[in-house]
């Protein structure tokens, strides 16, 4: 799970295993810690986002500065982690890639530590 500003500043949560609700609140959780300002997600409608679970926190991470934003249905233009993902899937991750679980895993770990410094979008 990733979470970019428009600075190409990126903060990742790695893990194995399926993303839940209390998986995507665990990582919200230790986001939040991190900033001393006001700060803004903007999320999409995956069902962890808008589970009853993942509401109930809504109120609690205001209260922390923490306020999270969802854009439309369908519109994964808005939600600039998806360009990250795409720019990742089809531009940046070698072929080579492929070839084995473990060379994935290690490919894509390397972007995220270097996303920002040798893998870069330029948000408009």
Same mark, same amino acid.
Request: proline share 4%; hydrophobic share 35%; with cysteine.
């Given at each position: 799970?990733?979470?970019? =500003?428009?600075?190409?500043?990126? %903060?990742?949560? /790695?893990?194995?295993?399926? *993303?839940?609700?209390? /998986? *995507? ?8 810690? &991190?900033?001393?300002? #006001? ?5 999409? =409608?995956? #069902?962890?986002?808008?589970? =009853? @679970?993942?509401?109930? %926190?809504? @109120?609690?991470?205001? @209260?922390? =500065? ?5 854009? #439309?249905?369908?519109?994964?233009? !808005?939600?600039?982690? @998806?360009? /990250? ?7 940046? !991750? #070698? ?8 060379? !994935?895993? &290690?490919? !894509?770990? %390397? ?14």
């Amino acid at each position: 799970m990733g979470i970019v =500003n428009r600075d190409c500043e990126f %903060n990742s949560f /790695v893990f194995e295993g399926s *993303v839940n609700t209390s /998986v *995507v609140i665990d990582c919200f959780d230790k986001f939040y810690h &991190q900033f001393k300002i #006001p700060t803004s997600l903007i999320i999409d =409608n995956t #069902p962890t986002h808008t589970s =009853n @679970e993942f509401n109930e %926190n809504m @109120e609690i991470w205001k @209260e922390r =500065n923490l306020t999270i934003y969802r854009i #439309p249905s369908y519109s994964p233009e !808005l939600n600039i982690i @998806e360009i /990250v993902w795409r720019k990742i899937k089809y531009d940046w !991750l #070698p072929f080579s890639a492929y070839e084995s679980y473990t060379s !994935l895993k &290690q490919e !894509l770990f %390397n972007m995220l530590s270097f996303f920002g410094k040798t893998y870069e979008i330029e948000f408009s």
